[in-house]
């Protein structure tokens, strides 16, 4: 009983992040996602209390995809600079096609029509690359004028940068290309020795043997 | 009449973008703006119709500002990547400073709830970007791996992306010294024969001999 009910909370989840995708968190009802997922509302009611609530379970669910995507990157055994460039090419294609972190980042960035407080992206992040940065400086790889406490913010916000400007014209679909140009502008100045060019061909594939399934897979 | 109308309609316009800004395009009513700004509804809807219209007024004046700056920076007698840099020290203090700048970018993020349509950014500032950049590459003050065309939308994006993130954290008083850092990251790859922390340390300043007005002068 308990994995049957698990299966409708993530059915009923997967609903809902289908129609806050498309239609935003205002343009959503329960009744909307009682129609998609083939439950009542009263299903909703009972497992998610409210729309309020439905949202930050939505959110949150964005925010778990990322754990298990950097201890697979964590544990690659690559130089940390190759292994934070193909992290964030791993989290460019969620974007891209996982309806749950596309649902979750719309309703963040609705986040003041939302009358529940959502958690705060982008703290995390910084410290994902600060440190992923910091073991590169310990493994030589980065160019001297770099300091990890002060570029983790800029290379996170310009990665983010990418996302809110292909949202607005539309060009989802180019996040993957416009993230390789990123990297071949931010690469020359991060690293020792450089071979910009070599590291963003390797890194947009996936990790050499790693699991192959794609993020987002089992999920409609 | 005709400048008494004119005062009207901008002072309208001030206490609408004041109150977009704080709460939010959802979060303002008529009656609120009416209120503010000492003026009946009745002169609110006869100078703007609706609310629509008043949001898309206060898009439009965000977008009126930059124009002039622009022909600021273009005509001073710097090197082209030092305007460009200076360039965007003006539009980040614009973005802090400015009311009708601010509200303007809170109700384009707010766009998907407003219905009307509002104009595009972004596209305005990679072409400008783009321009500085080709003339920078004629100056020679370029390294050679820089293309304009790819890396302007990559500067522009980087830029913007510390806006998203410095509005999420609520730390928009630390985005001018954010920009700094981005661009003591960006600058050695962009600039051949580089000295970004002097470029820097130079640009964050007005322009030299420039009008000292700051931007959204004159607003209340």
Same mark, same amino acid.
């Given at each position: 009983?308990?994995?049957?009910?698990?299966?409708?909370?993530?059915?009923?989840?997967?609903?809902?992040?289908?129609?806050?995708?498309?239609?935003?968190?205002?343009?959503?009802?329960?009744?909307?996602?009682?129609?998609?997922?083939?439950?009542?509302?009263?299903?909703?009611?009972?497992?998610?209390?409210?729309?309020?609530?439905?949202?930050?379970?939505?959110?949150?669910?964005?925010?778990?995809?990322?754990?298990?995507?950097?201890?697979?990157?964590?544990?690659?055994?690559?130089? /940390?600079?190759?292994? %934070?460039?193909? @992290?964030?090419?791993?989290? +460019?294609? !969620?974007?891209?096609?996982?309806? &749950?972190? *596309? #649902?979750?980042?719309?309703?963040?960035?609705?986040?003041?029509?939302?009358?529940?407080?959502?958690?705060?992206?982008?703290?995390?992040?910084?410290?994902?690359?600060?440190?992923?940065?910091?073991?590169?400086?310990?493994?030589?790889?980065?160019?001297?004028?770099?300091?990890?406490?002060?570029?983790?913010?800029?290379?996170?916000?310009?990665?983010?940068?990418?996302?809110?400007?292909?949202?607005?014209?539309?060009?989802?679909?180019?996040?993957?290309?416009?993230? /390789?140009?990123?990297? %071949?502008?931010? @690469?020359?100045?991060?690293? +020792?020795? !450089?071979?910009?060019?070599?590291? &963003?061909? *390797? #890194?947009?594939?996936?990790?050499?043997?790693?699991?192959?399934?794609?993020?987002?897979?089992?999920?409609?």
């Amino acid at each position: 009983m308990q994995g049957r009910a698990e299966a409708t909370r993530r059915s009923l989840l997967e609903a809902a992040a289908h129609l806050f995708n498309e239609r935003g968190y205002a343009g959503t009802s329960i009744s909307d996602i009682s129609e998609l997922s083939g439950r009542t509302s009263g299903a909703v009611y009972f497992h998610y209390t409210s729309k309020e609530m439905l949202a930050l379970a939505v959110v949150e669910a964005h925010f778990a995809t990322w754990p298990q995507l950097i201890e697979r990157h964590d544990s690659a055994r690559l130089p /940390a600079l190759e292994r %934070l460039v193909r @992290l964030s090419f791993a989290v +460019a294609r !969620a974007f891209r096609d996982d309806i &749950v972190v *596309r #649902a979750g980042a719309r309703l963040w960035a609705e986040r003041k029509t939302i009358n529940e407080t959502l958690p705060t992206p982008f703290v995390g992040w910084i410290a994902t690359v600060r440190r992923l940065m910091n073991q590169a400086r310990s493994n030589g790889e980065l160019a001297p004028h770099v300091d990890p406490a002060r570029d983790a913010h800029s290379v996170v916000c310009a990665f983010f940068g990418l996302h809110t400007v292909s949202d607005a014209l539309q060009d989802r679909l180019g996040l993957v290309d416009q993230l /390789a140009d990123l990297w %071949l502008l931010l @690469l020359p100045s991060l690293q +020792a020795g !450089a071979d910009p060019a070599g590291l &963003v061909a *390797r #890194a947009r594939g996936p990790l050499p043997g790693a699991d192959r399934t794609p993020v987002g897979a089992g999920r409609p």
